[in-house]
């Protein structure tokens, strides 16, 4: 095994969007491994941010989706990926905005390189703003790799990285894939289920 020791640090907000714009699932499990490649993996954090469930009303379509994502953060973690959060804050028209989660990101990256905790960091972004923050990290000394899909790209991000991983070109690496039949077949029985409530 290579002895280069690296640390993922995924910007879920950002990844989410790509993905829900190509409609794919991704296997984190599977993305990482592919990241790692056969280098030492020292942890894989994803940050991502949750409304504060005071704010939500429950038995709404926003409450679903909240547990929705406390399921798939939990499941996260149960695979060995340490998850940062922030909390969304509601504004006074009913949106939320994220805070915090970049800077946790960026903060995290910068203590362990000075920590020596990594020789590599991958950062699953294409968010500009940690441009600054990568060449912080590579004056200490230390390398950084940027993947991310082309929807979610940044150009100037990529120019300052180390290497750059395009993940649309290696999707059969870490996607899910759906059974169009499974999907079709369901389609089927809520159908008959609809007919038998009649």
Known sequence: MNHERVVLFIDGSNLFHAIRYMNIRIDYQRLIEFLREDRRLIRAYF????????DVKKNTPEWESLIRQKRFLEELSLQGIKVKLAHLRRLPSGEYVEKEVDIMLATDMLSMAYME??????????????SYTVEEVQRIGKRVEN???KRTSSYHLRKVCDRFI???????RFTIREM????QELSFWER???IWKR
């Open 47 to 54: 940050y991502g941010a949750v409304p504060h469930e005071k």
């Open 117 to 130: 905790v990594y020789d590599t960091a991958v950062l699953v972004s294409g968010d500009s703003d940690f």
């Open 147 to 149: 993947a991310t899909f």
């Open 166 to 172: 395009l993940l649309d070109d290696y999707m059969d």
């Open 180 to 183: 169009q039949e499974v999907t």
């Open 192 to 194: 008959i289920k609809k």
